[in-house]
């Protein structure tokens, strides 16, 4: 497994231990016709290199995580969401992932940003 594919596994594992979760997509799904809500994924979005000199670089990943849940109810859903985000957060916040198992030199700060919806059907 591959760099990229290692730190994906990491991150999506580490998530899934938020028992919350009813399941768990290593990548945007097209479409979601599961009824196992709340649904997470999570994706590489970019990788930046940023040269420090001839011979080095700090390589950084990004992997986005989404969270899914249906808003029928949106006061149930704001709950349930924001409740989501805090123990995801938690999780790969914690000094006990800040390597990723040793797969990286250090983990950045979490930002948290809304995304659009999904269509569940």
Do not use: C, W
Not at 74 to 97: C, R, Y
């Amino acid at each position: 497994m591959g760099k990229i594919d290692t730190l994906h596994q990491k991150i999506f594992d580490l998530v899934a231990t938020v028992t919350a979760f009813q399941q768990g997509f290593l990548e945007r799904p097209k479409e979601i016709t599961s009824e196992g809500l709340p649904a997470y994924t999570v994706f590489l979005d970019h990788i930046e290199n940023e040269p420090s000199s001839n011979v080095t670089n700090k390589r950084t990943y990004y992997f986005g995580i989404e969270l899914i849940y249906d808003k029928e109810n949106l006061d149930t859903t704001q709950t349930v969401v924001s409740d989501l985000v805090s123990s995801v957060m938690d999780v790969l916040e914690d000094s006990d992932n800040y390597s990723l198992s040793g797969n990286a030199h250090f983990t950045e700060p979490i930002k948290v940003e809304r995304l659009e919806d999904y269509l569940i059907g």
